[in-house]
């Protein structure tokens, strides 16, 4: 259809979260926030199109189960320790 292809960078980190209605009585919508969430959305921002980004939580739940690359750490605005990466190269067995 000679539409552009979209190459998206994406992110993926887990923890608790507050999840719920957030807002005024006027205007409310569902979300989530917190540490967890705000560490996603970084990493989001420095993963290059196509390329999937991992954090160390979400490494430790599946480290059996995929390739990534060496870990790398990169400094993360809110945050004073720099945060440990990952970069999800395949998932074995598939």
Request: proline content about 4%.
């Amino acid at each position: 259809e000679n539409k552009p292809l979209l190459y998206p960078g994406i992110a993926v980190n887990t923890g608790e979260v507050v999840a719920g209605n957030i807002g005024s009585e006027k205007r409310a919508d569902y979300s989530v926030i917190g540490d967890t969430v705000n560490t996603a959305f970084r990493l989001q921002q420095i993963a290059h199109g196509g390329q999937v980004l991992i954090g160390e939580n979400v490494y430790q739940y599946v480290q059996n189960e995929v390739e990534v690359s060496k870990p790398f750490e990169t400094e993360i605005k809110g945050k004073s320790n720099p945060v440990k990466v990952y970069e999800l190269l395949s998932i074995k067995n598939v």
